[in-house]
C-alpha cells in the first residue's frame, strides 16, 4: 500500500511506549519484551493497525507483534491503535500486550527465532504481486512459508485473508507444497461459518465492493507431539 510522507510518524512513533525501536535486541526473547509472559501472536504487514489493535482488544491474553516495513504505516497505526483502546475505555498506557515493530519481512527471521515459538501468523490483504517476475515478493511465496515455519511452535497456525482470486488460488497451492495442512478455507469469508472474524481496512473496502473475500487457516504438519 502507498502511503503520502507523514512527517509526524518518526517523532510520534520515538516517544510511543509500544513502539519497538531496536526488534533485534528482541531476537529469542519476544515474550519478555511485553509485561507480561503470554503466548505470542504476529502480523505481518500490519499496515494502519486496525486489525492489531482490535485484536490486542479482544485477546487480552495473547501478547501481538504487529511488523510493517514502512514508518509512516506505523504511524498512522499508532494514532489508529490508540484511538480503538480510547473508544474502549482504555487509555494509551493500558496498551501493554501490542507492539509495533518496523522490519522487513524478508529478513524477519533475524529479529524472531525458533526460541520465540510464535503461536500465530496473520497475513491480511498482502501486496498480490501478480507478475510472474514479482511472485516472490509475495508473503504467501513458498520461501517465505519455509522461513515463517523456523519460528512457529508446534501446532501454530497461519491464517490468510485477500480479495484477489489468483493470488489465493497460487496460495492454497504455496500452503501444501510448503507442507501446511490447511484446515480451514473458505472462498466467501461473510457468508461462511467461520466465526470470530476481526475486519481489516481493506477488508471492510473490498466488502463494500461486493467483492467476496478469501481465507484460510493453515497449520505445518507433523508439528505437533501425540
Not at 512457529?152 to 482470486?165: C, N, P, V, Y
Request: hydrophobic letters at 35%; one cysteine or more; a negative charge.
Amino acid at each position: 500500500m502507498r502511503i503520502r510522507k507523514k512527517k509526524w510518524a518518526e517523532p510520534e512513533l520515538s516517544v510511543c511506549d509500544f513502539f519497538v525501536k531496536n526488534p533485534g535486541e528482541h531476537a529469542g526473547n519476544w515474550k519478555s519484551a511485553f509485561s507480561e509472559e503470554q503466548p505470542l501472536y504476529l502480523e505481518v504487514g500490519c499496515g494502519k493497525g486496525g486489525f492489531a489493535g482490535q485484536l490486542a482488544l479482544q485477546c487480552p491474553d495473547k501478547n501481538i507483534i504487529a511488523v510493517d516495513i514502512k514508518i509512516d504505516m506505523l504511524g498512522v497505526g499508532r494514532r489508529t491503535i490508540v484511538k480503538l483502546f480510547e473508544e474502549s475505555g482504555k487509555t494509551q498506557e493500558e496498551i501493554d500486550n501490542l507492539l509495533l515493530v518496523c522490519y522487513n519481512v524478508e529478513q524477519l527471521d533475524k529479529i524472531i527465532t525458533p526460541d520465540d515459538k510464535i503461536e500465530r501468523l496473520f497475513i491480511n490483504f498482502c501486496n498480490p504481486w501478480p507478475r510472474a517476475r514479482h511472485k516472490k515478493r509475495r508473503l504467501t511465496y513458498p520461501r517465505k512459508l519455509e522461513m515463517y515455519k523456523s519460528f512457529l511452535a508446534d501446532g501454530a497456525e497461519i491464517r490468510f485473508k485477500t480479495d484477489d482470486d489468483g493470488l489465493f488460488e497460487e496460495s492454497v497451492a504455496y500452503f501444501e507444497e510448503s507442507g501446511y495442512e490447511i484446515t480451514y478455507l473458505t472462498r466467501d469469508l461473510h457468508n461462511s461459518n467461520f466465526e470470530g472474524n476481526i475486519m481489516t481496512e481493506h477488508e471492510k473496502m473490498f466488502s463494500d465492493e461486493g467483492i467476496p473475500i478469501k481465507f484460510l487457516i493453515a497449520r505445518v504438519k507433523n508439528r505437533v507431539n501425540d
